[in-house]
Structure formats: structure tokens, C-alpha cells
């Protein structure tokens, strides 16, 4: 079953603890990319890897570091959490003009 | 700025009726366009695009328009199921070689039995 897998699912830190989210995609797609969901303002680009060793900066990229070091995993990190970084975060991966999505980590940074 | 609006955040439909999704955008590189369905808990799941090359695309109770001149798409559901009750966003793309989609803020819609 073609599926994008993250985790954790949930997860509660304290600010400053780094963190971070696995995402493993089974497709063999070499586009994927990192999103936050937020209340208004809907799902926003973090960070995308187009490629193993190609990563680019999103809308929002701010305090937040990936790596793409094998076609399926693309982890997001976190060096230094900060509270306005609670969101809902979701990987895709990309194939064939359409984006298959994880199921979501939510995250409380306190 | 966002390029992609969804200016309504909720919808309300009668089961059988017909849910009209609207969505904006301001950029006119975009060519392709998307829409996915969110239940809770869940990750987005595609359910339908169109390319700036057609004006519609249909698909099983699911149809899409696009007009270009507005620079508006729409989803329309024919008949509203309960099961379509989610939260939908629209999705925009550029000029091949641009990677990067472009999402609306979402519209919760609630088909009402």
C-alpha cells in the first residue's frame, strides 16, 4: 500500500528541547516537502526536497532544519522550539501531479 | 498575501443537494490546480485537479471549474453525500519547474442528513 508515514503522531515539548519528525514515503517519489496547519491560515510550505541532497526553504522555514539523505525519509527538526511552533505539521510526498500525504504530528511546544 | 483564497469558511448543505466550494487566486502563473478533502485526524487526500488548459474536469459526483479570466475555481458536489462533510482546500501550482503548491485556508463543509 502506497503510504507516507510520520512520526510521532503527538508529541509535547518544552521550549528549547530539540525535536524531531520522521517521514518515510514508500512511492519512490523524489519530490517531498513539509507543511504546518494552522487555524486561517491553512497549510503553508515549510521546507521541500526535490531530490536526495537537494532541499529548499518554503514559505515559512523559519526555526525549523531538514535533511534528505535517502529518497524515502525526509525528517523535520527543530534545534530550538519555540511555542509559536505548535501547529499540526504534515509531509507529502509528490508523484505524478498529485500529493500524498502522512497522517499529521501534532505538536505542543510549551 | 496569499494567492489562494477560500473567503468561506463553512458551508452548510442538505444531504442530495449540490455543495458549490469557492477559491480565488491572484497570480496568473498558476496552471494547476487541486483540491483536497481533510476529515479529522487525517492527512489531506487529493480529489481532484484541473490543468489551466481545460475549464472543467469531472469526475464521478465531483466537477471543477476553472476561469481564468476571474482567476476562480469551484468544486462542485452532485448530490451531497454525509461523507463529504470535511474540511476541503483548494491548491495552486506554477509554470513546470516550479514544485511548490500554494494552499488556500480551507472551507469546512457540513452535509447535513
Given at each position: 500500500?502506497?503510504?507516507?508515514t510520520q512520526n510521532p503522531r503527538y508529541l509535547i515539548t518544552v521550549t528549547g528541547k530539540k525535536l524531531t519528525v520522521t517521514c518515510s514515503q514508500n512511492m519512490n517519489h523524489e519530490y517531498m516537502s513539509w507543511y504546518r496547519q494552522d487555524p486561517g491560515l491553512g497549510l503553508r510550505q515549510i521546507y521541500y526536497s526535490m531530490n536526495v541532497e537537494?532541499?529548499?526553504?518554503?514559505?515559512?522555514?523559519?526555526?525549523?532544519?531538514?535533511?534528505?539523505?535517502?529518497?524515502?525519509?525526509?525528517?523535520?527538526?527543530?534545534?530550538?522550539?519555540?511555542?509559536?511552533?505548535?501547529?499540526?505539521?504534515?509531509?507529502?510526498?509528490?508523484?505524478?501531479?498529485?500529493?500524498?500525504?502522512?497522517?499529521?504530528?501534532?505538536?505542543?511546544?510549551? | 498575501?496569499?494567492?489562494?483564497?477560500?473567503?468561506?469558511?463553512?458551508?452548510?448543505?442538505?444531504?442530495?443537494?449540490?455543495?458549490?466550494?469557492?477559491?480565488?487566486?491572484?497570480?496568473?502563473?498558476?496552471?494547476?490546480?487541486?483540491?483536497?478533502?481533510?476529515?479529522?485526524?487525517?492527512?489531506?487526500?487529493?480529489?481532484?485537479?484541473?490543468?489551466?488548459?481545460?475549464?472543467?474536469?469531472?469526475?464521478?459526483?465531483?466537477?471543477?471549474?476553472?476561469?481564468?479570466?476571474?482567476?476562480?475555481?469551484?468544486?462542485?458536489?452532485?448530490?451531497?453525500?454525509?461523507?463529504?462533510?470535511?474540511?476541503?482546500?483548494?491548491?495552486?501550482?506554477?509554470?513546470?519547474?516550479?514544485?511548490?503548491?500554494?494552499?488556500?485556508?480551507?472551507?469546512?463543509?457540513?452535509?447535513?442528513?
Amino acid at each position: 500500500e502506497a503510504q507516507v508515514t510520520q512520526n510521532p503522531r503527538y508529541l509535547i515539548t518544552v521550549t528549547g528541547k530539540k525535536l524531531t519528525v520522521t517521514c518515510s514515503q514508500n512511492m519512490n517519489h523524489e519530490y517531498m516537502s513539509w507543511y504546518r496547519q494552522d487555524p486561517g491560515l491553512g497549510l503553508r510550505q515549510i521546507y521541500y526536497s526535490m531530490n536526495v541532497e537537494v532541499t529548499d526553504k518554503g514559505d515559512v522555514p523559519e526555526g525549523y532544519k531538514v535533511s534528505r539523505k535517502e529518497k524515502r525519509n525526509f525528517p523535520l527538526i527543530l534545534e530550538s522550539p519555540s511555542p509559536n511552533q505548535t501547529s499540526l505539521y504534515f509531509c507529502a510526498s509528490r508523484g505524478l501531479g498529485t500529493q500524498y500525504f502522512g497522517p499529521g504530528t501534532r505538536l505542543l511546544v510549551l | 498575501d496569499q494567492q489562494v483564497k477560500q473567503n468561506s469558511p463553512s458551508l452548510s448543505v442538505q444531504e442530495g443537494r449540490i455543495s458549490i466550494l469557492n477559491c480565488d487566486y491572484t497570480n496568473s502563473m498558476f496552471d494547476y490546480f487541486l483540491w483536497y478533502k481533510k476529515y479529522p485526524a487525517e492527512g489531506p487526500t487529493f480529489l481532484i485537479s484541473i490543468s489551466s488548459i481545460k475549464d472543467k474536469n469531472e469526475d464521478g459526483r465531483f466537477t471543477v471549474f476553472l476561469n481564468k479570466s476571474a482567476k476562480h475555481l469551484s468544486l462542485h458536489i452532485v448530490p451531497s453525500q454525509p461523507g463529504d462533510s470535511a474540511v476541503y482546500f483548494c491548491a495552486a501550482s506554477g509554470a513546470s519547474g516550479t514544485y511548490k503548491y500554494i494552499f488556500g485556508t480551507g472551507t469546512r463543509l457540513k452535509v447535513l442528513a
